[in-house]
C-alpha cells in the first residue's frame, strides 16, 4: 500500500501560477505510473497528466503547454506545475499511483480556483 497527501492547491488569478506536490508514503521508484486527475462539479474525474516509473509524460490536451508533471523517486514526490492556468482549470485536483498489477492508489485531493 501507499499513502499520498496532495499540497499546493488554493486560489489564483487568471494567467497565474501554481505548484501542487504529492508526498508518498514509501518509495515510488517502483511505481509504475503516477498522476494527476482533476474532477470539476458536474463532471467526471479526468487524467491530467501522467510520468512513468521511465520519466516519459503525459498530458490532457486542455494543459499541454501549460503544465509540467515532474517526479522525484529519491523524495518519493510528484509534482505538478501549472502555468497559465485558466478558470476551466478549477477542480479537486487528486494524485494517483498505479502499480504495474493495475491497483490504483488516491490522495484526498486539493482543489484549485482559479478566479478573478
Known amino acids: 500500500q501507499v499513502q499520498l497527501v496532495e499540497s499546493g492547491g488554493g486560489l489564483v488569478q487568471p494567467g497565474g501560477s501554481l505548484r501542487l506536490s504529492c508526498a508518498a508514503s514509501?518509495?515510488?521508484?517502483?511505481?509504475?505510473?503516477m498522476g494527476w486527475y482533476r474532477q470539476a462539479p458536474g463532471k467526471e474525474r479526468e487524467l491530467v497528466a501522467s510520468?512513468?516509473?521511465?520519466?516519459?509524460?503525459n498530458y490532457a490536451d486542455s494543459v499541454k503547454g501549460r503544465f509540467t508533471i515532474s517526479r522525484d523517486n529519491a523524495k518519493n514526490t510528484v509534482d505538478l506545475q501549472m502555468n497559465s492556468l485558466k478558470p476551466e482549470d478549477t477542480a479537486v485536483y487528486y494524485c494517483?499511483?498505479?502499480?504495474?498489477?493495475?491497483?490504483?492508489?488516491w490522495g484526498q485531493g486539493t482543489q484549485v480556483t482559479v478566479s478573478s
Open positions: 514509501r518509495t515510488i521508484a517502483s511505481i509504475n505510473v
Open positions: 494517483n499511483a498505479k502499480t504495474i498489477t493495475y491497483i490504483h492508489y
Open positions: 510520468i512513468t516509473s521511465g520519466g516519459t509524460t
